[in-house]
């Protein structure tokens, strides 16, 4: 199934404010950090999504940023999650095996907040979510700018790592730029549980040319479009 031409969310941000709260948590690979967005529902949160980096940069990316700013008020905290290589100042990702032990030890302290926790991140990020999640206990993933195949290498699909999380029962949204080298909405295959919103002109990183202005597309709209495809896509999942 593929989501498209979602209707923004009106007024939403696209920066989030200082976290309610930084903790730093320990993993056998070295210290990690989440920053907490939390609900601003007087109920608390109807479920916890956590967030990782890509490979190419931290939690400051847009669509991370974007989704902090806009889910609290909507009931869903979001918690950005440092990899250790990140809090340490390296340059280069490690292997994965790597990133999913730190995403592993640091699970507990997601769990913690006794809601249903929905496994999410952004290139790197999303791939480490869709590893891991059904030995986690994930209530659904979120992978944005799933790196599908290496630009230009279709032939080294990453399809597999990506069907886990659906074959296990997880509901699974892939948000995806339409030029997106790694991998454009419509190369997705189609799978039960499955499901693929597109970002028009959307890069790897969600960018859009100066010239999407003339579908009516500008970069506060795209990013009110991706918070938006989640927002609806997490109403159908536990917690919804």
Do not use: N
């Not at 990020?125 to 993933?141: K, S, Y």
């Amino acid at each position: 199934m593929t989501r498209s031409d979602s209707p923004d969310i009106p007024g939403a941000p696209d920066a989030p404010g200082a976290p309610d709260a930084a903790v730093t948590v320990p993993t056998p690979v070295g210290d990690a950090r989440i920053s907490w967005y939390r609900a601003a529902a007087p109920s608390g949160p109807r479920r916890v999504l956590a967030l990782g980096h890509g490979a190419g940069g931290g939690v400051e990316a847009r669509d991370l940023r974007a989704l902090a700013a806009a889910l609290p008020a909507l009931g869903c905290t979001v918690a950005l999650v440092e990899q250790p290589w990140r809090v340490a100042g390296r340059k280069v990702a490690p292997a994965p095996k790597t990133l999913d032990a730190a995403w592993t030890a640091l699970w507990p302290e997601l769990a913690a907040e006794g809601v249903p926790v929905v496994a999410g991140g952004r290139s790197a990020g999303a791939r480490v979510a869709c590893r891991t999640a059904a030995d986690l206990g994930a209530a659904a993933v979120l992978a944005l700018a799933f790196p599908l195949h290496p630009p230009g290498r279709p032939e080294r699909s990453r399809a597999a790592e990506l069907l886990a999380a659906p074959a296990a029962g997880l509901p699974t949204l892939v948000v995806q730029g339409d030029r997106d080298s790694f991998g454009r909405p419509e190369e997705f295959p189609a799978a039960d549980g499955l499901e693929v919103a597109a970002v028009p002109w959307g890069d790897h990183g969600f960018a859009v040319p100066k010239k999407a202005s003339a579908d009516g597309i500008d970069q506060a709209g795209t990013l009110g479009t991706i918070t938006t495809a989640v927002a609806d896509w997490l109403g159908g999942t536990p917690g919804g």
